[in-house]
């Protein structure tokens, strides 16, 4: 089970910090991922990030903004937002993929998904 947390109203230019905790099993080895959705808008890929980290993905949207911290011993992944824009308003979702190799920008490789928390990005 995928809990995120943090959601919430934020000014452009401002930051926000969302979390996400796994429980019920140990997702140590796997891919930890966030993506988001808009209104009227396809669920698209935020951020990745690998197991111990060597590996991390960003969306070309938020590279340079975002950063994707992971905590293996408190099974939690985050996603730091620096410098929000109002096109970052969405509802955020945490995912977790038991792939250990593939396109980890693609919803398809995602197992398990979070419930979701709303970002709103106020100008």
């Known amino acids: 089970q995928l809990q995120a947390s943090g959601g919430g109203l934020v000014q452009a230019g401002g930051s926000l910090r969302l979390s996400c905790a796994a429980s019920?099993?140990?997702?140590?080895?796997?891919?930890m991922g966030w993506f988001r959705q808009a209104p009227g808008k396809e669920r698209e890929f935020v951020a990745a990030?690998?197991?111990?980290?060597?590996?991390?993905y960003y969306a070309p949207s938020v590279l340079g903004r975002f950063t994707i911290p992971r905590d293996n011993v408190k099974n939690t992944v985050s996603l730091q937002m620096n410098s929000p824009k109002p096109e970052d308003t969405a509802v955020y979702y945490c995912a977790v993929s038991t792939y250990n190799s593939g396109d980890f920008s693609s919803r398809r490789v995602y197992r398990y998904w979070g419930q979701g928390t709303q970002v709103t990005v106020s100008s």
């Open positions: 990030i690998n197991w111990n980290g060597d590996n991390i």
């Open positions: 019920g099993r140990t997702f140590r080895s796997t891919v």
